[in-house]
C-alpha cells in the first residue's frame, strides 16, 4: 500500500524559507517520479514540482527559481526547499506519485503571512 506522509509546514512571512518533506513506504520508491501538488483555500489542485527517479528536476513557472525539489533514495524521502515565499504560495501541499494528486498524504499547510 502506497503511504506518503507530508511535514514541515508552518506559518512564514512573506520572503521566508521553509522545507517540507515527504516520507515514502509501501511501493519501490527509487522508481517512481515523485510530484509536489498544492491546494490554495477555494481553489483546485495545483502541480508546484516533480522530480524524476533519477532526480530530474520541474517547476511550474509560479515557483521557478524559488522552490527547490531534491530527494534521497537512501531515506525513500522528497523535500521541497522553499524560498522567498509569497502570499500566494498559501496552500495544503501534498506530495504524490502523479501530477494529477494521485496517492497524495494527508498534506501539510503553509502560511504565509506578516
Known amino acids: 500500500e502506497v503511504r506518503l506522509v507530508e511535514s514541515g509546514g508552518d506559518l512564514v512571512q512573506p520572503g521566508g524559507s521553509l522545507r517540507l518533506s515527504c516520507a515514502a513506504s509501501?511501493?519501490?520508491?527509487?522508481?517512481?517520479?515523485m510530484f509536489w501538488v498544492r491546494q490554495a483555500p477555494g481553489k483546485g489542485l495545483e502541480w508546484a514540482s516533480s522530480i524524476s527517479n533519477i532526480g530530474t528536476a520541474y517547476y511550474a513557472d509560479s515557483v521557478k527559481g524559488r522552490f527547490t525539489v531534491s530527494r534521497d533514495n537512501a531515506k525513500n524521502t522528497v523535500y521541497l526547499q522553499m524560498n522567498s515565499v509569497k502570499l500566494e504560495d498559501t496552500a495544503l501541499y501534498y506530495c504524490?506519485?502523479?501530477?494529477?494528486?494521485?496517492?497524495r498524504g494527508q498534506g501539510t499547510q503553509v502560511t504565509v503571512s506578516s
Open positions: 509501501g511501493f519501490n520508491f527509487r522508481d517512481y517520479n
Open positions: 504524490a506519485t502523479s501530477s494529477l494528486g494521485s496517492n
